[in-house]
């Protein structure tokens, strides 16, 4: 416990920096009894009202990960930003142990609440982590091992946590790693998906992330603006880190000329298109550019482009 009262342990160690936080920003005692804070139904229902679209794009995402390991014990969570249970997967026989465990909809598993947990710790840190039995600050929660990663909405804030949780005795470390590295790919998929449903018109750019673990998405308007930026998009180029984005060039961001040259790319682009779906009619083409014949043909000879 002095350990983790200390400033130096708590900058060398996220986890002694939880404890820390547990005890000296929350007043939470590992040693408590107290009763676990649950949110009633209708003010649950009521949240889950209001994250909707989330959680329907969350749905299968949840089905498949539990597909992979609800047969070994595991149930599968989803929170809010607070560290609120919004929905879970769990087997039928399993439901009554993860209800006394407080694993189940409308339980609060933020670090106010719970201390170090894997949810609650995932939120306060924004990042990936896997809590392991006694790692847990209360006494009455080291019998769970818990892997969770961070879902990021469109703005770049943090929307929501993904968790899976076990209480088998018998859960290797080596085993939540292998869960781990499972739950942050499936959380990045919700995030991507969530992120899409966002912007339904919008035309999606993806780009490579170096850490492998956010996605790069941008949406790009019908004006090659770029309208929205998942987070890790947002840090790979520069953009506001939260929030709205401010409408710029998608060549801005690419590095593609401006200018003339970047107008007449851009033009060039517009005829190749049309000209391919007309299969090389110019007439059709012209029609569907909204201009003239002979105008097509004086832009394409200026542009290089054969009949």
């Known amino acids: 416990m002095e350990t983790v009262a200390s400033g130096k342990a708590a900058a060398r160690s996220p986890l002694a920096a939880s404890w820390r936080r547990s005890m000296q920003h929350y007043g939470l005692d590992p040693a408590s009894s107290r009763g676990r804070t649950r949110l009633g139904d209708a003010a649950l229902a009521d949240r889950r009202a209001g994250l909707e679209p989330f959680l329907m794009v969350a749905a299968p995402k949840l089905d498949q990960l539990f597909g992979l390991v609800g047969s070994s014990g595991c149930g ?5 930003a607070s560290g609120l249970v919004i929905d879970r997967r769990c087997a039928d026989a399993d439901a009554g142990t993860f209800a006394d465990w407080g694993l189940c909809p409308g339980a609060d598993w933020s670090e106010a609440a719970e201390g170090t947990n894997g ?3 995932c939120l306060a840190e924004t990042r990936r982590v896997t809590i392991h039995r006694g790692d847990h600050f209360f006494a009455r929660n080291i019998g769970m091992s818990c892997m969770d990663a961070p879902i ?7 929307l929501g946590a993904l968790d899976v949780s ?9 085993f939540n790693r292998l869960i781990g590295a499972t739950v942050a790919q499936t959380a990045r998929a919700i995030e991507a998906d969530f992120f899409r449903a966002s912007f339904p018109a919008a035309r999606i750019v993806m780009g490579d992330s170096d850490d492998g673990e956010t996605s790069v998405l941008l949406a790009v308007d019908g004006d090659d603006l770029v309208i929205g930026a998942t987070r890790g998009a947002r840090r790979a180029f520069g953009l506001e880190i939260r929030g709205a984005l401010k409408p710029r060039p998608a060549a801005d961001l690419f590095g593609l000329d401006d200018g003339p040259s970047g107008f007449e790319k851009a033009e060039r682009a517009a005829v190749v298109r049309a000209l391919a779906r007309a299969d090389g009619n110019v007439s059709e083409a012209a029609r569907a550019l909204g201009i003239g014949r002979a105008t097509l043909y ?3 000879k200026r542009l290089g482009l054969g009949e």
């Open 76 to 80: 599968v969570l989803l929170t809010d």
């Open 166 to 174: 076990s209480a088998r005795a018998d859960q290797t470390e080596g």
């Open 119 to 121: 949810i609650g710790t």
């Open 152 to 158: 990021f909405g469109p703005d770049g804030g943090v």
């Open 298 to 300: 004086r832009r394409m």
